[in-house]
Protein backbone atom coordinates (compact mmCIF):
# COMPACT_ATOMS: atom_id res chain seq x y z
CA UNK A 1 0.00 0.00 0.00
CA UNK A 2 1.50 3.28 -1.04
CA UNK A 3 -0.92 5.94 -0.72
CA UNK A 4 -4.04 5.95 0.69
CA UNK A 5 -5.40 8.94 3.23
CA UNK A 6 -8.66 10.39 4.06
CA UNK A 7 -10.02 10.63 0.59
CA UNK A 8 -10.19 6.62 0.71
CA UNK A 9 -12.05 7.04 4.20
CA UNK A 10 -14.59 9.70 3.60
CA UNK A 11 -15.28 7.27 0.37
CA UNK A 12 -15.99 4.36 2.15
CA UNK A 13 -17.72 6.05 5.10
CA UNK A 14 -20.24 7.27 2.24
CA UNK A 15 -20.99 3.71 1.36
CA UNK A 16 -21.88 2.73 4.71
CA UNK A 17 -23.98 5.71 5.48
CA UNK A 18 -25.42 4.91 2.41
CA UNK A 19 -25.98 1.37 3.38
CA UNK A 20 -24.97 0.76 -0.23
CA UNK A 21 -22.48 -2.00 0.05
CA UNK A 22 -23.60 -4.78 -2.14
CA UNK A 23 -23.35 -3.21 -5.52
CA UNK A 24 -26.51 -4.41 -7.98
CA UNK A 25 -29.54 -2.11 -7.06
CA UNK A 26 -27.96 -0.02 -4.13
CA UNK A 27 -24.78 1.31 -4.87
CA UNK A 28 -22.88 2.82 -7.89
CA UNK A 29 -19.24 2.76 -7.31
CA UNK A 30 -18.47 -0.49 -8.56
CA UNK A 31 -19.92 0.32 -12.17
CA UNK A 32 -18.34 3.78 -11.79
CA UNK A 33 -14.94 2.24 -11.21
CA UNK A 34 -15.03 -0.41 -14.35
CA UNK A 35 -16.33 2.50 -16.64
CA UNK A 36 -13.59 4.64 -15.40
CA UNK A 37 -10.67 1.91 -15.16
CA UNK A 38 -12.11 1.04 -19.48
CA UNK A 39 -11.43 4.49 -20.05
CA UNK A 40 -7.97 4.58 -18.37
CA UNK A 41 -6.88 1.50 -20.10
CA UNK A 42 -8.52 2.01 -23.27
CA UNK A 43 -10.72 -1.06 -23.56
CA UNK A 44 -13.73 -1.82 -23.72
CA UNK A 45 -14.85 -4.24 -20.80
CA UNK A 46 -13.56 -4.09 -17.26
CA UNK A 47 -15.27 -6.15 -15.04
CA UNK A 48 -14.23 -5.89 -10.85
CA UNK A 49 -13.94 -9.50 -8.68
CA UNK A 50 -12.62 -10.49 -5.26
CA UNK A 51 -9.10 -10.49 -6.29
CA UNK A 52 -6.18 -10.82 -8.60
CA UNK A 53 -6.10 -15.05 -8.82
CA UNK A 54 -9.95 -14.83 -9.53
CA UNK A 55 -9.25 -12.62 -12.26
CA UNK A 56 -6.56 -14.66 -13.65
CA UNK A 57 -8.88 -17.59 -13.29
CA UNK A 58 -11.81 -15.73 -14.55
CA UNK A 59 -9.90 -14.16 -17.29
CA UNK A 60 -8.52 -18.08 -18.92
CA UNK A 61 -11.83 -19.24 -18.34
CA UNK A 62 -13.25 -16.32 -20.53
CA UNK A 63 -10.99 -16.91 -23.67
CA UNK A 64 -11.80 -21.09 -22.92
CA UNK A 65 -8.76 -22.73 -21.53
CA UNK A 66 -9.64 -26.26 -20.17
CA UNK A 67 -8.65 -29.64 -20.06
CA UNK A 68 -6.29 -30.66 -22.90
CA UNK A 69 -4.92 -27.14 -22.94
CA UNK A 70 -1.50 -26.18 -22.09
CA UNK A 71 -0.61 -22.57 -20.79
CA UNK A 72 2.88 -21.16 -20.83
CA UNK A 73 3.55 -19.63 -17.45
CA UNK A 74 7.49 -17.96 -16.44
CA UNK A 75 9.49 -19.27 -14.29
CA UNK A 76 9.29 -16.31 -11.99
CA UNK A 77 5.88 -14.89 -11.32
CA UNK A 78 3.65 -15.47 -8.16
CA UNK A 79 2.43 -18.92 -7.78
CA UNK A 80 -1.11 -17.94 -8.10
CA UNK A 81 -0.21 -17.45 -12.18
CA UNK A 82 0.14 -20.98 -12.47
CA UNK A 83 -2.67 -22.32 -10.31
CA UNK A 84 -4.91 -19.93 -11.75
CA UNK A 85 -4.06 -22.02 -15.07
CA UNK A 86 -5.03 -25.59 -12.72
CA UNK A 87 -8.62 -24.05 -11.40
CA UNK A 88 -9.79 -24.16 -15.52
CA UNK A 89 -8.65 -27.82 -15.82
CA UNK A 90 -5.58 -27.03 -18.10
CA UNK A 91 -2.06 -27.33 -17.80
CA UNK A 92 0.64 -24.85 -17.04
CA UNK A 93 3.95 -25.51 -18.72
CA UNK A 94 7.00 -23.49 -16.73
CA UNK A 95 9.34 -21.10 -19.26
CA UNK A 96 12.37 -19.61 -18.87
CA UNK A 97 12.50 -15.38 -18.06
CA UNK A 98 14.84 -13.54 -19.31
CA UNK A 99 17.25 -10.68 -17.74
CA UNK A 100 14.40 -8.58 -17.67
CA UNK A 101 12.81 -10.89 -15.30
CA UNK A 102 9.79 -11.12 -17.65
CA UNK A 103 8.71 -14.05 -19.61
CA UNK A 104 11.85 -15.00 -22.45
CA UNK A 105 9.68 -14.72 -26.42
CA UNK A 106 12.82 -17.56 -27.33
CA UNK A 107 11.49 -19.61 -24.58
CA UNK A 108 8.01 -18.74 -25.27
CA UNK A 109 8.70 -19.87 -29.55
CA UNK A 110 10.68 -22.77 -28.09
CA UNK A 111 8.07 -24.22 -25.60
CA UNK A 112 5.14 -24.14 -27.90
CA UNK A 113 4.27 -27.85 -27.97
CA UNK A 114 0.33 -29.42 -29.89
CA UNK A 115 -1.54 -28.83 -27.16
CA UNK A 116 -0.10 -24.99 -26.10
CA UNK A 117 -3.29 -22.62 -26.54
CA UNK A 118 -2.01 -19.51 -24.70
CA UNK A 119 0.76 -18.28 -22.68
CA UNK A 120 0.65 -15.77 -19.83
CA UNK A 121 2.98 -12.63 -20.30
CA UNK A 122 3.81 -11.49 -16.63
CA UNK A 123 4.25 -7.49 -16.41
CA UNK A 124 6.72 -9.07 -13.12
CA UNK A 125 7.85 -6.34 -10.07
CA UNK A 126 6.09 -3.67 -12.90
CA UNK A 127 8.33 -4.27 -15.02
CA UNK A 128 7.23 -5.03 -18.97
CA UNK A 129 7.63 -7.93 -21.14
CA UNK A 130 8.89 -7.60 -24.48
CA UNK A 131 5.02 -7.32 -25.52
CA UNK A 132 6.07 -6.69 -29.52
CA UNK A 133 7.70 -9.80 -29.62
CA UNK A 134 5.38 -11.92 -27.24
CA UNK A 135 1.81 -10.93 -29.77
CA UNK A 136 3.91 -11.65 -32.75
CA UNK A 137 4.83 -15.42 -31.72
CA UNK A 138 1.02 -15.45 -30.58
CA UNK A 139 -0.12 -14.28 -33.65
CA UNK A 140 2.05 -16.93 -36.01
CA UNK A 141 1.29 -19.72 -33.96
CA UNK A 142 -2.55 -18.80 -33.29
CA UNK A 143 -1.95 -18.38 -29.36
CA UNK A 144 -3.86 -16.53 -26.76
CA UNK A 145 -2.06 -14.22 -25.04
CA UNK A 146 -3.32 -13.22 -21.30
CA UNK A 147 -1.51 -10.19 -19.48
CA UNK A 148 -0.55 -10.91 -15.90
CA UNK A 149 -0.41 -6.88 -14.81
CA UNK A 150 -1.24 -7.88 -10.94
CA UNK A 151 2.13 -6.41 -10.15
CA UNK A 152 1.86 -3.88 -13.02
CA UNK A 153 -1.04 -1.60 -12.30
CA UNK A 154 -0.38 1.71 -13.67
CA UNK A 155 2.52 1.03 -15.69
CA UNK A 156 2.55 1.04 -19.87
CA UNK A 157 4.07 -0.28 -23.02
CA UNK A 158 5.16 1.55 -25.68
CA UNK A 159 2.20 4.25 -24.95
CA UNK A 160 -0.38 1.20 -24.16
CA UNK A 161 -1.43 0.26 -20.59
CA UNK A 162 -0.38 -2.92 -19.33
CA UNK A 163 -3.50 -5.53 -19.64
CA UNK A 164 -4.68 -3.81 -22.62
CA UNK A 165 -2.15 -5.38 -25.03
CA UNK A 166 -2.94 -9.11 -24.89
CA UNK A 167 -6.01 -10.71 -26.05
CA UNK A 168 -7.20 -10.10 -21.56
CA UNK A 169 -5.76 -8.44 -19.17
CA UNK A 170 -5.99 -9.31 -15.29
CA UNK A 171 -4.87 -6.74 -12.38
CA UNK A 172 -4.98 -6.99 -8.53
CA UNK A 173 -5.65 -4.55 -6.45
CA UNK A 174 -4.31 -6.35 -3.35
CA UNK A 175 -2.80 -4.37 -0.26
CA UNK A 176 0.77 -4.67 -1.88
CA UNK A 177 -0.17 -3.72 -5.02
CA UNK A 178 0.67 0.32 -6.96
CA UNK A 179 -3.60 0.50 -6.57
CA UNK A 180 -5.24 -1.10 -3.67
CA UNK A 181 -8.38 -1.81 -1.46
CA UNK A 182 -7.00 -4.60 0.50
CA UNK A 183 -8.02 -7.15 -1.84
CA UNK A 184 -9.51 -7.33 -5.05
CA UNK A 185 -8.77 -7.24 -8.87
CA UNK A 186 -10.34 -6.88 -12.56
CA UNK A 187 -10.12 -8.19 -15.87
CA UNK A 188 -9.99 -6.09 -18.87
CA UNK A 189 -10.67 -6.84 -22.50
CA UNK A 190 -12.00 -5.39 -25.77
CA UNK A 191 -13.70 -9.05 -26.84
CA UNK A 192 -17.41 -8.61 -26.02
CA UNK A 193 -17.94 -12.42 -26.15
CA UNK A 194 -14.86 -12.76 -23.31
CA UNK A 195 -16.26 -9.85 -21.07
CA UNK A 196 -19.57 -11.68 -20.88
CA UNK A 197 -17.83 -14.49 -20.29
CA UNK A 198 -15.45 -12.74 -17.43
CA UNK A 199 -18.93 -11.53 -15.73
CA UNK A 200 -19.98 -15.48 -16.06
CA UNK A 201 -17.26 -16.51 -14.58
CA UNK A 202 -17.16 -14.01 -11.14
CA UNK A 203 -20.72 -13.70 -10.90
CA UNK A 204 -23.13 -16.84 -12.33
CA UNK A 205 -26.15 -14.84 -11.23
CA UNK A 206 -24.75 -11.75 -12.79
CA UNK A 207 -27.77 -11.77 -15.76
CA UNK A 208 -30.51 -11.90 -13.01
CA UNK A 209 -29.21 -8.07 -12.08
CA UNK A 210 -27.77 -6.71 -15.51
CA UNK A 211 -29.89 -9.07 -17.93
CA UNK A 212 -28.49 -11.80 -20.04
CA UNK A 213 -25.22 -11.16 -22.31
CA UNK A 214 -26.11 -11.77 -26.38
CA UNK A 215 -24.09 -14.33 -27.64
CA UNK A 216 -22.80 -15.71 -24.43
CA UNK A 217 -23.26 -19.77 -23.06
CA UNK A 218 -23.86 -19.51 -19.45
CA UNK A 219 -22.28 -21.48 -17.24
CA UNK A 220 -21.76 -22.36 -13.46
CA UNK A 221 -18.81 -20.32 -12.04
CA UNK A 222 -17.87 -19.38 -9.00
CA UNK A 223 -18.84 -16.14 -6.50
CA UNK A 224 -15.92 -13.58 -6.91
CA UNK A 225 -17.87 -10.41 -7.44
CA UNK A 226 -16.61 -6.99 -5.86
CA UNK A 227 -18.51 -4.91 -3.06
CA UNK A 228 -19.25 -1.45 -3.18
CA UNK A 229 -16.36 -0.68 -0.30
CA UNK A 230 -13.71 -1.82 -2.81
CA UNK A 231 -15.41 -0.09 -5.49
CA UNK A 232 -15.79 3.05 -3.60
CA UNK A 233 -11.53 3.16 -2.43
CA UNK A 234 -10.81 2.41 -5.72
CA UNK A 235 -12.30 5.46 -7.47
CA UNK A 236 -10.05 7.50 -4.92
CA UNK A 237 -7.10 5.51 -6.01
CA UNK A 238 -6.98 5.73 -9.59
CA UNK A 239 -7.05 9.50 -9.20
CA UNK A 240 -3.53 8.84 -7.64
CA UNK A 241 -2.07 6.37 -9.76
CA UNK A 242 -0.81 7.88 -12.10
CA UNK A 243 1.16 10.14 -9.43
CA UNK A 244 2.35 7.43 -7.71
CA UNK A 245 3.89 6.08 -10.66
CA UNK A 246 5.17 8.86 -12.34
CA UNK A 247 6.92 9.23 -8.75
CA UNK A 248 8.71 5.81 -8.93
CA UNK A 249 9.47 6.36 -12.42
CA UNK A 250 10.96 9.63 -11.35
CA UNK A 251 13.05 8.14 -8.51
CA UNK A 252 14.57 5.35 -11.07
CA UNK A 253 15.46 7.03 -13.38
CA UNK A 254 17.42 9.88 -11.20
CA UNK A 255 19.24 7.38 -9.33
CA UNK A 256 20.75 5.62 -12.61
CA UNK A 257 21.60 9.20 -13.63
CA UNK A 258 23.59 9.55 -10.71
CA UNK A 259 25.09 5.80 -10.87
CA UNK A 260 25.75 6.32 -14.76
CA UNK A 261 28.20 9.34 -14.08
CA UNK A 262 30.38 6.83 -11.87
CA UNK A 263 31.96 3.92 -13.64
CA UNK A 264 30.97 0.89 -11.54
CA UNK A 265 32.93 -2.59 -13.12
CA UNK A 266 30.23 -4.97 -12.95
CA UNK A 267 26.94 -3.13 -12.23
CA UNK A 268 24.50 -3.54 -14.45
CA UNK A 269 20.92 -2.31 -14.42
CA UNK A 270 18.82 -5.11 -15.78
CA UNK A 271 17.43 -4.28 -19.17
CA UNK A 272 14.16 -2.22 -19.85
CA UNK A 273 11.29 -2.83 -22.56
CA UNK A 274 9.83 0.60 -21.71
CA UNK A 275 11.51 1.99 -19.11
CA UNK A 276 9.88 5.28 -19.75
CA UNK A 277 6.08 4.47 -19.04
CA UNK A 278 6.69 0.92 -17.08
CA UNK A 279 5.69 1.00 -13.30
CA UNK A 280 9.27 2.01 -11.99
CA UNK A 281 8.27 0.13 -8.99
CA UNK A 282 12.06 -1.50 -8.49
CA UNK A 283 15.37 -0.62 -9.78
CA UNK A 284 17.19 -4.13 -10.88
CA UNK A 285 20.80 -5.38 -11.24
CA UNK A 286 22.51 -8.11 -12.36
CA UNK A 287 25.40 -8.91 -10.83
CA UNK A 288 28.58 -11.45 -12.02
CA UNK A 289 27.77 -13.99 -9.70
CA UNK A 290 24.92 -14.69 -6.95
CA UNK A 291 28.04 -14.63 -4.43
CA UNK A 292 28.20 -11.03 -5.21
CA UNK A 293 24.65 -10.81 -5.11
CA UNK A 294 24.43 -12.26 -1.35
CA UNK A 295 27.20 -10.05 -0.71
CA UNK A 296 25.78 -6.80 -1.64
CA UNK A 297 22.56 -7.99 0.55
CA UNK A 298 24.67 -8.53 3.26
CA UNK A 299 25.77 -5.12 2.85
CA UNK A 300 22.99 -2.83 1.88
CA UNK A 301 19.29 -4.75 2.05
CA UNK A 302 18.71 -5.15 -1.69
CA UNK A 303 16.43 -8.14 -2.09
CA UNK A 304 17.38 -11.21 -3.90
CA UNK A 305 14.75 -12.23 -7.00
CA UNK A 306 15.97 -15.49 -6.24
CA UNK A 307 14.81 -15.17 -2.82
CA UNK A 308 11.14 -14.29 -2.92
CA UNK A 309 10.03 -17.46 -1.92
CA UNK A 310 6.55 -18.02 -3.74
CA UNK A 311 7.97 -15.75 -7.01
CA UNK A 312 10.03 -18.54 -8.59
CA UNK A 313 8.53 -22.24 -9.80
CA UNK A 314 10.81 -23.59 -7.94
CA UNK A 315 8.80 -23.22 -4.62
CA UNK A 316 5.74 -23.71 -6.22
CA UNK A 317 4.51 -26.97 -4.12
CA UNK A 318 1.07 -27.59 -6.15
CA UNK A 319 2.72 -27.64 -9.13
CA UNK A 320 5.85 -29.79 -8.49
CA UNK A 321 3.66 -32.55 -6.26
CA UNK A 322 1.26 -32.38 -9.09
CA UNK A 323 -1.98 -31.79 -6.85
CA UNK A 324 -4.19 -29.30 -8.92
CA UNK A 325 -7.24 -29.99 -6.87
CA UNK A 326 -8.52 -31.02 -3.82
CA UNK A 327 -10.81 -34.36 -5.19
CA UNK A 328 -8.24 -36.42 -7.35
CA UNK A 329 -11.50 -36.66 -9.99
CA UNK A 330 -11.33 -32.49 -10.14
CA UNK A 331 -6.87 -33.06 -10.62
CA UNK A 332 -6.00 -31.92 -13.98
CA UNK A 333 -3.04 -33.98 -13.66
CA UNK A 334 -5.55 -36.73 -13.75
CA UNK A 335 -7.40 -35.93 -16.04
CA UNK A 336 -7.43 -38.31 -19.65
CA UNK A 337 -7.92 -34.89 -21.63
CA UNK A 338 -4.49 -33.87 -20.23
CA UNK A 339 -3.07 -37.27 -21.07
CA UNK A 340 -0.80 -35.69 -24.21
CA UNK A 341 0.34 -32.65 -22.24
CA UNK A 342 3.54 -31.84 -20.45
CA UNK A 343 2.14 -32.66 -16.49
CA UNK A 344 5.95 -32.81 -15.13
CA UNK A 345 7.42 -29.80 -13.53
CA UNK A 346 11.21 -30.68 -12.22
CA UNK A 347 12.77 -28.09 -10.16
CA UNK A 348 15.80 -28.45 -12.29
CA UNK A 349 14.06 -26.96 -15.49
CA UNK A 350 14.51 -23.73 -15.88
CA UNK A 351 18.75 -22.96 -14.97
CA UNK A 352 19.06 -19.81 -16.99
CA UNK A 353 16.22 -18.22 -14.59
CA UNK A 354 17.80 -19.46 -11.79
CA UNK A 355 20.91 -18.39 -12.22
CA UNK A 356 19.89 -15.07 -13.39
CA UNK A 357 17.42 -14.60 -10.18
CA UNK A 358 20.30 -15.60 -8.11
CA UNK A 359 22.34 -12.30 -9.60
CA UNK A 360 19.66 -10.26 -9.74
CA UNK A 361 19.24 -7.41 -6.85
CA UNK A 362 16.48 -5.51 -6.57
CA UNK A 363 15.64 -1.80 -4.66
CA UNK A 364 12.06 -0.78 -4.17
CA UNK A 365 10.95 3.02 -5.33
CA UNK A 366 8.75 4.60 -3.23
CA UNK A 367 6.78 7.59 -4.29
CA UNK A 368 7.16 9.15 -0.49
CA UNK A 369 10.72 9.24 -1.42
CA UNK A 370 11.95 12.79 -0.67
CA UNK A 371 15.02 14.06 -2.52
CA UNK A 372 17.37 13.20 -0.03
CA UNK A 373 16.36 9.87 0.43
CA UNK A 374 16.80 9.13 -3.48
CA UNK A 375 20.23 10.26 -2.68
CA UNK A 376 20.92 7.85 -0.18
CA UNK A 377 19.97 5.01 -2.37
CA UNK A 378 22.32 6.09 -5.06
CA UNK A 379 25.18 6.67 -2.44
CA UNK A 380 24.49 3.25 -1.14
CA UNK A 381 24.23 1.27 -4.15
CA UNK A 382 27.58 3.05 -5.13
CA UNK A 383 29.62 2.25 -2.18
CA UNK A 384 28.05 -1.22 -2.02
CA UNK A 385 29.16 -2.02 -5.12
CA UNK A 386 32.60 -0.66 -4.71
CA UNK A 387 33.06 -3.08 -2.49
CA UNK A 388 31.57 -6.20 -3.44
CA UNK A 389 32.83 -5.64 -7.21
CA UNK A 390 36.08 -3.78 -6.79
CA UNK A 391 37.41 -5.14 -3.54
CA UNK A 392 36.87 -1.94 -1.25
CA UNK A 393 36.91 -2.81 2.55
CA UNK A 394 33.61 -2.95 3.91
CA UNK A 395 34.62 -0.61 7.02
CA UNK A 396 36.08 2.41 4.82
CA UNK A 397 32.58 3.38 3.48
CA UNK A 398 29.43 4.36 5.05
CA UNK A 399 26.10 3.83 4.16
CA UNK A 400 23.71 7.02 4.31
CA UNK A 401 20.18 6.54 6.03
CA UNK A 402 17.41 6.70 4.52
CA UNK A 403 13.90 5.27 4.16
CA UNK A 404 15.22 2.80 1.23
CA UNK A 405 17.33 1.17 3.99
CA UNK A 406 14.71 0.65 6.46
CA UNK A 407 14.28 -3.02 6.69
CA UNK A 408 10.14 -2.60 6.83
CA UNK A 409 10.12 -1.34 3.45
CA UNK A 410 10.98 -4.66 1.99
CA UNK A 411 8.16 -6.68 2.09
CA UNK A 412 7.77 -8.86 -1.09
CA UNK A 413 4.51 -10.50 -0.29
CA UNK A 414 2.63 -10.34 -3.35
CA UNK A 415 -0.62 -12.94 -2.10
CA UNK A 416 -2.98 -11.98 -5.63
Known sequence: MYIVGEEEAQALQRVIRERALFRYGFGKECDRFEQRYGEHLNVKHVALTVSGTFALSAALTAIGIGPGDEVLVPAHTYMATATSVLTTGAIPVIVDIDESLTISPRAIEGAIGPQTKAVIAVHMWGAACDMDAIMEIAAKHDLLVVEDACQGVGGSYRGKKFG?????????????????????????????????????????????????????????????????????????????????????????????????????????????HSPELDCGAHLMFQLPTSEAAERFSQIMPVVIAGKTGRHTYTQWDQILMEKGAAHHLMNPYEHPANAACRRHTAVDQCPSSLDILMRTIMVPMRPEHQADDIAAIAHNILETAKVVLEGKPADEISLMRAAAIDESKFDMADDR
Open 164 to 272: SIGHIGAFSFNYHKNMTCGEGGAVATSNDIYAGRTRCAIDPCHYYWKGRPDGVDLFAGNGGRASELQGAMLNVQLDRIDGIVAAMRDERRRILDIIASNTISGLFCAPM
